[in-house]
Structures are given as structure tokens and as C-alpha cells.
């Protein structure tokens, strides 16, 4: 065990996993001779040399299909998207090709391909560089979605991802790529599918993901201090998620919150609250209530943008809500 | 357009409903909201207001029938309105419901709001019970932040799921709860709450029906909301059971596992009683004649006239016992029980029994009494009425025959040559030794006391 | 793959096959006299089959017995059967939606292919892929893809999977000619280019895409000259001429092979059909003299008259092709018929790998 950054953790899942198995290539825009945009990649081009790191030009279309096709003849190639915004010139062969490619086929053609980036928002990058577009994803059928929110699991699930024989799409997020936590070393491999409970609570499930774990722990912090103790949940895998563990929990708590950074609009909690009232429906003593981005296009402006995104009070209101319980006030003796 | 005055649904549970009087006539201009009439649901009774304005073309179903809910009462519209066919098809004026109809017939969307009659009695805050008359909700006592202002839902009621399940499986009336959600809904802690006070004691229902006038109980006081508390630590300790407990657990196993217990209950009313205890004190106000005095005197001059239940299995043979000793169970101090002796009763006046049971049972309170003075009752009394319980069955003290459980004396309504008075009540459960003591037995020994108690001028002889 | 590896030897490429035109040397017969009779009736019998089967294919069609869409190549048979002759049975292939004719081309099995056609479990896709989606492991086929252009960036996956591993194999893409306006085309060329891997792109010039006519799709329509863009190798050939296609073909695989590098082939031809079977074959936008104009240069009845020319088949041969063409394609269609259906919980399988 040690301590180690988020892009650390990714670095030596990718690192351990590329000499492991040398059918494994990382491709995409300055992964290589540039140590990364994000320095995710960092010393890997040293290490591997130019035929097992690329760096390609700006055709996230282009190098996509090519990892797609790699994939069908036998290579495992880990595509990087810059971000993830970037992605969408990719959609046609992430979605008609990488994940239909077995089934079309009828079994012929599995496609073990790694899609990894860093998605969501950052800080004032604006409406074309901040987005959350995982709900996109998980629409796929075929395509699976994973998306670590700590160091450990990030090294962990990278290299399940990896290994898995699928389209992984592996969603990562810049705000927290500095992040440190306690990794565990050599062979770390989380499975897919498998929820995490970040924090046991009775009261009230907290479900969130990514960027929106640190948030959801930050108002269990303070949500405690008041009686009430939050159980947050975090999928880690959005597909195949691992309903029966939110399921579980929702029975024992009778209320549930959600936490996400992406757009209200069919984004991943509205396909949460489905499965919880439906299968929790008899427990429930209070409507699910999500937090969500708002349903507006990231604005530039530092303000604005604060106000774009779920935070720690909203949270919180949120909770309290379920509760139907006033908060306790700043003023209260 | 006509406006229609229906028969109003006032409860879940209304089929029929009574017209008592008309507050308008034919002819008369009405305007929205004006009360036209007024009924008697099978709870309150309330003023009917109309939907819409207009002339009060016909009256329907005059004052003193019974009609079904939604039944057409009375058409509101323009003078010259033809109304004819809207008469025609609704027309069936004071038709009483089909015979055995269960159904009741669902509140018709037209329905006009309820609102209880201002002349009657304190009503207002009591339409608590029938949740989806929103406006009752901001009189709501206690209720947090139910939104007033909601209209009402159609008859439904708003509970979260896990609140009906709850209802569903704690055997409770959803009709019969507030919710204190958003629009009224039930939620989880109103269940709770409502479940407690069900527990709690009869005070809580609603009186029996037929009682003119009765309305329906006033809302539970609020309980401090707060978030459900989780214990921590161990789930349970054990405490050693000090020496008495563990005679007390010896013998009542003793007695219960044996002996075929069985129940009597009988209801005195302790008027004469009361009476009896204020001339004792206007006499002497520091005798401090207690109920419990007066029942242990009742009970030995019961005995005397009923020596078999004055009785004890002994294997081979029934003893009984040509003295009356009556044994007074005490609650110890640090928790126990012990039953110091009374010993023979039947030569004791009411005057001595009172004395001697006070001091037995403080010494008995202190732990200061002699063996001899806790052994060889062959009757017991247990009182359990001074800490509210209404009634009880006791325990047997083997080897005696029976056991008395005192409940407590409270006032009650009673009904008296058809009419209904507050009286004083109290009611006491006869344990036997089926071995000893038969039914009639037992029943016959009850009789005589409550005769004693509701004659207490048996007790001067 | 170093940044200094970009090309240094430009100049020699692109003089190898640049310059505006590059006409067949010689005619289909001059051809014919070069090679082996039994490759030049394998190369007409692998034709005939196709032209055969995609006559029944519309027949089936217009029975309700295939769905969805239908894109027949009729017309086109020299080019996949020409191209593909030239690959050995490692070497990969991916082609668009109109796949038929490269499916059997690379002898996939013509019942397999048309219970594919028809939605049965005993189809090369399991029933669940369709006319656009043939895909088969064993042969190296690598899929009908119904996007425009899908199946470049694949092709060019391919191909830099057989270099990393280092295996000989080349990839052939084809694909048509409204295809070299998208995006994934020009993505792929380049990196096909800059990153020096084995893949011969072929584009099926037949002069429609749907109903509109290269002249107004495409600001550049010699369209051989869009490899200059990528600094790749290029030719134009006539793809009704099956040998031209095969002598061409030759080369650029070759060049993949020993090379690494890329060529992008225009290969002309027509489709006497419609695009699909939803498409008229004339009367929309094509006229019914310029349909039967082209059909003069049908390359089956091209290759059948050069080969009787030069005696290297008679009647009798071609009346017992026929009739053995007509036995194939009849027991792949009863053999389709007599398929069932894929079984219901098939509609879950293959969403994700084991």
C-alpha cells in the first residue's frame, strides 16, 4: 500500500497492464512524446516505445475506428480522448461499431478496447469542455461504463477494464486527478458491477459518482453533526450497475438522494430512481429526489459556473427534504 | 349551465347521508360558495356550498331524508333554464340505498368543499381524521408543514408507500391519521406516532357510535421531530437477579406452569364507594380510607360468603381455610415484588384492615418486614390501578386458590335508563386454580363483591 | 513510427502511379491470353455466382422473404471478385452494407449467406446482423458495415494490428465512392498514410451515391487524386474489366505487404440496380438508355466473350456453369428456407464477451 495521486494510480494500472500482456497499445493526442495532456501517460512512451505509445493527430473519429478495428484481430489498445467532450466525434464508431461489433456478428467479433479520458467539468472551461456525458453511454447496450471516483479505485478498475473483453468506456475526472489516496500495490483488481459504500449511514441514501462522491461525503460530514448519518454509495460501475446494493440500502433507509454532475434530462439518476421505485417501491417513505447539473450549457463565468454544478448545501436540502425535517439553522442554540 | 348539489362523501366510510335542513329556498339567488344546505354525514355534520351561482331552481330530497352519497339534492341555474331532463334522471329524491349495498358510491369530482357548521360544537380542528379535505389541514395541531392550500385530491389519501405498508401491517386506520408530509401525505413518523397512541389506551378512539354529538378525537399533540435515534453499544446486559427475584421467578413458575389458570372480569362501579371515602374523611381526615382498603374489606366479607374460593390444591385434596388472610401485593423499591399479609380479615373492621395495610406495605416498601408477616395469605389482591392500568390478570400465589387484579377507578361515560352519564368504573380480574375454583364459582365470588363494593353498607355488618 | 519517419520518399510514390490517367494497357482478351484457364473460369464462375444470387436475393425481396434493406451488386462483380483473388486467406477484408458480392467473393458459403439474408439462426451473423452486417472470423471477412465510411477507420485498425503483430496480412477496404467525402475516409487515409500500414482501399466508383452523381457530391471527382492529399499511392482502373482489377490489385497488395504502405484504387464501375431494392434501376435519376448503354460493358458478358475468344471455355462449359450456378444458388435458398429462426433468448446473447 501507498500513497499515490488519482493520475498516478491510472499510470501504473496502465503500466503494469502494458507489461503484463504486449498485445496492450495506448493511442491518442499527446500521449506520448508530450507525457500526456494531463500526464496520465507520463514516462509510458520511455518505457514502451512508439509502437506501443502513439500519438496521433487530431481524428478522434479516425483513431477510434482504428482501435475498434485493432481490437477485432487481437490487440487490446487503450484509446485516449483528450476529454471526454471530444468523444462525441468518436460516437459513431464508439456506438455502431465498438459496441454492436459482437452482436451484429453474431458472436464473432468481441472487441476488448479501453476508452479512457477525463470527463465532466473542470474549472472555467466553458460550455464545450465541461461535460458530463456518461448518461450517453450507459444508453448503449454493449458498452460498459466505468467511472472511479478515488485513487485506489481508479488503479483497480483501470485494470479490470483492461482485461475485460468488452468496450470499456472509463470515465476520469481532471478535478481529480491530484487527488491522493491509499493504493494498493502490484495485482489491485477491482470487478465491474460492484458498488462501493463510502460511508454506512441508517438515515438517508446518498448516491454519486466521480467528482460528486467528495461532495456527497462532505455534506455526510456535516449532515452528521446534526444526527442524521448518511449512507453514501458510490456505483463506480454505472453499466452494469449493481442495483441490488442501492436497492439493499434504500430498503433499509426508506429514503434516497442522487448526485450527479450531468444535465436533469434522462442523465444516470432518472434511470436510478426507476430502479428504486420499482424495486424499493414499498419502502420508500419519501420521493427520490436527484441533484443534478443544471439544464443549462456550462458558463465561463466563475459565479455562474459554481451555480451550474451540485454542491454541498444542495446536497444537503436535498437530505433534509427526504427527511422532512427543517435544517437545523446557523442560529440555533 | 346548471349546478348540481350533490350529497357529499364526508368520509371514506359514508354510503348515506341526511339532509337536516334547508338554508336557501326555491327561488332564492345563490352565489358561489354559499351554503345551501345543511347534512349529517356518519361523523359530523356540515353545510353543503354551492359550486357555482344561480337561481335555486328545485329542491330535490327535502330536509329529514337519508339518500345515498352523490345523490342530486337541489339544481342551481339561470331562471329560464331548462332544466326538466337534469330533474328527470337524477330524481330519485329520499331513495334510500339498495339493501346491502357495501360499496359506497365515490365521491363525485362536483362534489361542493365541506366545511364543518359554526355553530356547532368544537368541531373545527376535528375534521383532522379525513385527510383529504385540504383546508382541514392548516388547523392541524402539530402538523409541521402539511401545504394547506391544497385542494382537495379526489378522496385519496397521500401516504409514501412505506407509511401504507406500515398502516397495512400494524392493523392501522390510514383515514384514521394526520400526515404531516408536503399536502398531508403520511409518512413514515406519523405511522409511528399513530401506533404509539394506539398502544397508548382507549383514550385515543373514537367513541361508540350512536353517541349524539360525539366527534371524532382531537389530533394527536406533536412529538418532538427528530431524526430516528440508534442505539449504541451491546445489545442488551444482564443484571444478576437479586435473591427475591429469584423466588418470585421459582414460585410463579411454580404457580403458572402447574395451575390451570383461568380469567373472570367484572366492571363495579365505585360510586357508593367514593361516597363511602368522603364521608369517612369528612369524619376523620386522617384515616386516608383508600379504594384499596374498601376492596380488601369487600373482599374478605366476599369470602366468608364464598369459602371456596378462600381455597388451596393440596395434590390429594382441596384445602380450605377457615381464616381469611389476605395477601397485598406491594411493589419494592429496587423492582420486585412482595405480599405482606393481612391476617384474619374476617374478624377486621374496615378501620383496622386500612390501618394495617399501611404500615405492611411502607415497611414492605423498605424491606422491613418478618417472614411471617409475607407467608400464609390464602387470598391475594394486586392493585395496579394507581399507575393507570385498566385492567390486568394477576398471577396466581401458589398455594392459593385465586388472585385478584385491581384496575384503576375512572370516570366513564355509562349508560344509565337509556341514557348516557359519567360514572365511576373500576374493573377487576378474578384469577383461578381451575382445581380449585370453578366458573360459576368464581363467577358467584364476583358477583357478591361488586354487590359489596356498590352496597358498601354490607360492610358495616 | 517516429516523428521522423514522415515520408522522405514522396517523390518516388506518388511517381509511380500520379499523373491524371492510368489506362489499361491492354484489353480483357490480351489479358485473358496471360493467365491460367483455371483461374479464368474460377474468376467467371465466382461472377456468375454473384450476378445469380443477387437475382435471387431481389426475388426473395420482393417476397417478403428478406427484410430491411437489400443493396444489390449487380454489375459490379469484377471488382470484389477481381480484388479478392489477389489476397491469401490471412489477409483481412471489410466492405460497406453492400456486401454480398464480397461475402461470396471470399467463399463464404452461399446458404449461409442467404439464410443471413433471411433472418435465420444458420446465417453467418446468427440471423442478427442482416444483409449490410456478413461477417465471418474464419475467412478474415471483417463485416458489412452500414455506416458510410464505418468501415475505414476498422480497415485501418486492421491493418496496424497485423504490423504491430507482425504478421503478413494485408487489409482491403472497400467502399464506394460517396464514401470519400466523409470524415472517417479522410481520418483514416491519413493516419493509414502517416503511420505507413498495410491496407489497399478500394473505391467502388459506380457513380451514385443513391441518387446523386459523383459530379455533384464531390468538389473533386477524379477521385484517385485524393490519395495526393495523404501522400499515398494511387491508380484508377476499370472495374469491369476483372483482370485490369486483378493486375492493379496485385500490385497494391504487394506494396502493403513488403512496404507497409497504403494505396487508394478508383475502381470504375456501375450497378445496373437500383441502390437498393427500394431504388428503382432507372427513371429516378438515371436514364433507361444510359442503363442499357452500360450494361454493354456487363463484365460478365465481357469476360464470357474473351474467354470464348481465346478458347479457353466453349458453350457446353458455360451451359453446365449455368445450370451448376442455378444448383447453388437453388439449395442455398432452400437451404435458408428449411433454417429456422434464432431462438428468442438470442435476442440477450452477444452484448458482451465472456
Not at chain 2, 120 to 140: E, F, I, K, R, Y
Not at chain 3, 289 to 313: C, F, W, Y
Not at chain 3, 345 to 353: C, K, P, S, V
Amino acid at each position: 500500500m501507498s500513497i499515490r495521486t488519482y493520475r498516478e494510480a491510472l499510470n501504473q494500472a496502465m503500466r503494469e497492464e502494458m507489461r503484463r500482456d504486449e498485445t496492450i497499445v495506448l493511442m491518442g493526442e499527446e500521449v506520448g512524446f508530450y507525457q500526456g495532456a494531463y500526464k496520465v501517460s507520463k514516462g509510458m512512451l520511455e518505457e514502451f516505445g512508439p509502437m506501443r505509445v502513439l500519438d496521433t493527430p487530431i481524428t478522434e473519429l479516425g483513431f477510434t475506428g482504428l482501435g475498434v478495428g485493432a481490437a477485432m484481430v487481437g490487440l487490446r489498445p487503450i484509446v485516449e480522448m483528450m476529454t471526454f467532450n471530444f468523444s462525441m466525434l468518436a460516437l459513431d464508431q464508439i456506438v455502431d461499431s465498438a459496441a454492436k461489433m459482437l452482436y451484429m456478428s453474431g458472436g464473432q467479433f468481441p472487441v476488448p478496447l479501453v476508452i479512457r479520458g477525463p470527463g465532466g467539468a473542470g474549472h472555467q472551461l466553458a460550455a464545450q469542455h465541461s461535460q458530463a456525458l456518461e448518461a450517453w453511454f450507459c444508453h448503449v447496450p454493449g458498452l460498459k461504463v466505468v467511472m472511479p471516483s478515488t485513487a485506489a479505485d481508479a488503479k483497480g478498475l483501470l485494470k479490470t477494464s483492461i482485461r475485460d473483453n468488452n468496450p470499456v468506456i472509463f470515465i476520469e475526472s481532471e478535478v481529480l486527478y491530484g487527488t491522493r489516496g491509499e493504493v494498493p500495490e502490484g495485482e489491485y483488481l477491482i470487478p465491474l458491477g460492484i458498488a462501493d459504500i463510502k460511508r454506512r449511514g441508517k438515515d438517508v441514501t446518498l448516491i454519486a459518482h466521480s467528482r460528486m462522491i467528495s461532495v456527497a461525503l462532505d455534506a455526510a460530514a456535516d449532515l452528521e453533526r446534526e444526527g442524521i448519518e448518511v449512507e453514501v454509495i458510490d456505483p463506480r460501475t454505472l453499466r452494469p450497475l449493481d442495483s441490488e446494493t442501492l436497492v439493499q440500502s434504500v430498503k433499509k433507509t426508506n429514503r434516497a438522494v442522487i448526485v450527479e454532475e450531468g444535465w436533469p434530462f434522462c442523465g444516470v439518476g432518472a434511470q436510478i430512481v426507476d430502479i428504486l421505485q420499482s424495486r424499493a417501491f414499498d419502502y420508500l417513505d419519501a420521493p427520490i429526489l436527484r441533484v443534478t447539473g443544471a439544464d443549462v450549457p456550462t458558463p465561463y463565468a466563475k459565479n455562474l459556473e459554481h451555480l451550474a454544478f451540485p454542491d454541498k448545501q444542495h446536497v444537503m436540502d436535498a437530505v433534509n427534504k427526504v427527511l422532512y425535517r427543517q435544517p437545523a439553522s446557523a442560529d440555533a442554540p | 349551465m346548471a349546478v348540481k348539489i350533490l350529497m357529499p362523501k364526508g368520509s371514506d366510510t359514508m354510503t348515506e347521508g341526511k339532509v337536516l335542513k334547508w338554508l336557501k329556498k326555491e327561488g332564492d339567488q345563490i352565489s358561489t360558495g354559499e351554503a345551501v344546505v345543511e347534512i349529517e354525514t356518519d361523523k359530523v355534520n356540515m353545510e353543503v356550498e354551492a359550486m357555482g351561482s344561480g337561481m335555486l331552481r328545485k329542491i330535490l330530497v327535502q330536509a329529514g331524508k337519508v339518500v345515498p352519497v352523490g345523490e342530486l339534492l337541489a339544481l342551481i341555474a339561470k331562471p329560464d333554464e331548462d332544466i326538466s331532463s337534469l330533474v328527470k334522471s337524477e330524481g330519485s329524491a329520499g331513495a334510500q340505498p339498495p339493501a346491502g349495498s357495501t360499496v359506497p358510491a365515490p365521491a363525485p369530482a362536483a362534489a361542493a368543499p365541506l366545511r364543518p357548521p359554526t355553530n356547532a360544537s368544537p368541531v373545527g380542528t376535528d375534521v383532522a381524521p379525513v385527510p383529504h379535505a385540504g383546508p382541514a389541514h392548516a388547523a392541524l395541531k402539530g402538523g409541521a408543514t402539511p401545504s394547506a392550500q391544497e385542494p382537495a385530491n379526489g378522496g385519496r389519501i397521500l401516504a409514501s408507500p412505506l407509511a401504507r405498508r406500515m398502516a397495512q401491517e400494524m392493523g392501522l386506520d390510514l383515514n384514521r391519521i394526520a400526515g404531516s408530509g408536503p399536502a398531508g401525505r403520511i409518512v413514515r413518523q406519523d405511522v409511528e406516532r399513530a401506533a404509539l397512541l394506539a398502544v397508548g389506551g382507549r383514550a385515543a378512539r373514537v367513541p361508540e357510535a350512536g353517541s349524539a354529538g360525539a366527534h371524532p378525537p382531537a389530533p394527536p399533540p406533536a412529538l418532538p421531530r427528530r431524526p430516528a435515534l440508534v442505539p449504541t453499544g451491546p445489545e442488551f446486559y444482564d443484571e444478576p437477579l437479586s435473591s427475591m427475584r429469584k423466588v418470585i421467578a421459582t414460585r410463579l413458575v411454580q404457580s403458572k406452569a402447574p395451575v390451570p389458570h383461568f380469567y373472570l372480569t367484572i366492571e363495579v362501579d365505585m360510586g357508593r364507594a367514593k361516597e363511602l371515602r368522603e364521608s369517612a374523611k369528612a369524619l376523620n381526615p386522617d384515616l386516608g380510607l383508600s379504594y384499596n382498603d374498601i376492596i380488601l374489606k369487600a373482599c374478605a366479607a366476599a369470602l366468608e360468603l364464598h369459602p371456596q374460593v378462600n381455597a388451596s390444591f393440596q395434590g390429594e385434596a382441596i384445602r380450605y381455610y377457615r381464616r381469611i388472610h389476605l395477601g397485598v401485593a406491594v411493589a419494592v423499591e429496587d423492582g420486585g415484588l412482595i405480599t405482606p399479609v393481612i391476617r384474619n380479615c374476617e374478624g377486621k373492621s374496615l378501620q383496622d384492615i386500612s390501618r394495617e395495610a399501611k404500615d405492611l406495605i411502607a415497611r414492605a416498601r423498605s424491606r422491613k418486614l418478618n417472614p411471617d408477616e409475607y407467608t400464609g395469605a390464602t387470598f391475594s389482591i394486586s392493585n395496579l390501578g394507581m399507575m393507570g392500568i385498566e385492567e390486568f390478570s394477576a398471577v396466581i400465589n401458589p398455594p392459593e386458590g385465586a388472585i385478584l387484579a385491581v384496575g384503576a377507578v375512572a370516570e366513564k361515560p355509562v349508560v344509565v335508563k337509556g341514557q348516557v352519564e359519567v360514572g365511576l368504573r373500576c374493573r377487576m380480574t378474578l384469577s383461578c386454580d381451575h382445581r380449585v375454583v370453578d366458573g360459576a364459582t368464581g363467577a358467584k365470588f364476583l358477583q357478591t363483591l361488586k354487590q359489596i363494593l356498590e352496597n358498601p353498607v354490607y360492610l358495616a355488618f | 513510427m517516429q516523428p521522423t519517419d514522415v515520408g522522405s520518399n514522396t517523390a518516388n510514390l506518388t511517381e509511380l502511379f500520379c499523373g491524371p490517367d492510368h489506362p489499361p494497357a491492354q484489353t480483357l482478351e490480351e489479358r485473358a491470353r496471360r493467365e491460367e484457364p483455371a483461374l479464368l473460369k474460377t474468376l467467371l464462375e465466382q461472377m456468375l455466382l454473384i450476378r445469380r444470387f443477387e437475382e435471387k436475393a431481389a426475388e426473395l425481396y420482393t417476397l417478403g422473404k428478406i427484410g430491411g434493406f437489400c443493396h444489390l451488386y449487380i454489375g459490379q462483380e469484377a471488382v470484389a471478385v477481381g480484388a479478392i483473388s489477389t489476397l491469401g486467406p490471412e489477409d483481412y477484408i471489410l466492405a460497406s452494407y453492400r456486401d454480398h458480392g464480397h461475402a461470396l467473393a471470399r467463399g463464404m458459403d452461399p446458404g449461409e449467406v442467404m439464410a443471413e439474408l433471411c433472418g435465420k439462426q444458420s446465417g453467418v451473423s446468427k440471423g442478427k446482423g442482416g444483409s449490410m452486417h456478413l461477417f465471418d472470423k474464419r475467412r478474415s471477412f471483417l463485416g458489412g458495415h452500414a455506416i458510410v465510411g464505418g468501415q475505414i477507420p476498422l480497415a485501418v485498425g486492421a491493418a496496424f494490428a497485423s504490423k504491430y503483430l507482425k504478421q503478413p496480412r494485408v487489409t482491403l477496404c472497400f467502399f464506394g465512392e460517396a464514401a470519400v467525402n466523409i470524415g472517417s475516409f479522410h481520418e483514416s487515409l491519413n493516419l493509414a498514410a502517416l503511420w505507413k500500414l498495410p491496407v489497399v482501399f478500394i473505391c467502388e466508383n459506380n457513380r451514385f451515391g443513391m441518387g446523386t452523381p459523383i459530379e455533384r457530391a464531390s468538389s473533386l471527382y477524379e477521385l484517385s487524386q485524393k490519395a495526393c492529399a495523404y501522400n499515398m499511392a494511387r491508380t484508377w482502373v476499370d472495374g469491369m474489366d476483372v483482370l485490369a482489377v486483378r493486375e492493379v490489385l496485385k500490385e497494391a497488395v504487394e506494396r502493403a505487404r513488403k512496404e507497409n504502405a497504403p494505396t487508394l484504387i478508383e475502381a470504375r464501375t456501375y450497378r445496373f440496380m437500383g441502390h437498393s431494392m427500394s431504388d428503382p434501376a432507372h427513371g429516378h435519376y438515371r436514364t433507361k438508355s444510359e442503363v442499357e448503354e452500360q450494361r454493354r460493358h456487363d463484365p460478365i458478358k465481357n469476360m464470357t466473350v474473351a474467354l470464348e475468344t481465346t478458347g479457353v471455355i466453349d458453350s457446353e462449359f458455360l451451359d453446365e456453369l449455368d445450370q451448376k450456378i442455378r444448383d447453388i444458388v437453388e439449395e442455398a435458398v432452400a437451404f435458408a428456407e428449411r433454417s429456422p429462426e434464432p431462438e428468442p433468448q438470442e435476442l440477450y446473447t452477444d452484448i458482451y464477451a465472456g
